[in-house]
């Protein structure tokens, strides 16, 4: 069974840091495509960074968060740093691989993020 398991998810004062994992199982991850989103309330679901044959992250994080993998540990990571208060946001663990020759995508079901003094 397919699973994306989020975790690391708090509140922060702005300018602080936090690491977001998600623990994947059900599929053979080092071959997945691994990413990040968020979705703050009233606002859709945004791309945050994602790791596949590239790094990609959008430009309200570049230089401030960091997209990571393990294989070995079958998890990615999202080391946040210079948080501000914009960043707070359920953020979603998310992959797009094959099973069983199908392609196929996974959402976790989200950490809080909450960034205020």
């Known amino acids: 069974q397919v699973q994306l398991v989020e975790s690391g998810g708090g509140l922060v004062q702005p300018g602080g840091s936090l690491r977001l994992s998600c623990a994947a199982s059900?599929?053979?991850?080092?071959?997945?495509?691994m990413s990040w989103y968020r979705q703050a309330p009233g606002k859709e679901r945004e791309l945050v960074a994602a790791?596949?044959?590239?790094?990609n992250y959008a430009d309200s994080v570049k230089g401030r968060f960091t997209i990571s993998r393990d294989n070995d540990k079958n998890t990615v990571y999202l080391q946040m740093n210079f948080l501000k208060p914009e960043d707070t946001a359920v953020y979603f663990c998310?992959?797009?691989?094959?099973?069983?020759?199908?392609?196929?995508?996974?959402w976790g079901q989200g950490t809080q993020v909450t960034v205020s003094s």
């Open positions: 998310h992959a797009e691989f094959r099973k069983f020759g199908l392609r196929r995508s996974a």
């Open positions: 059900g599929f053979t991850f080092s071959s997945s495509a």
């Open positions: 790791a596949g044959s590239s790094t």
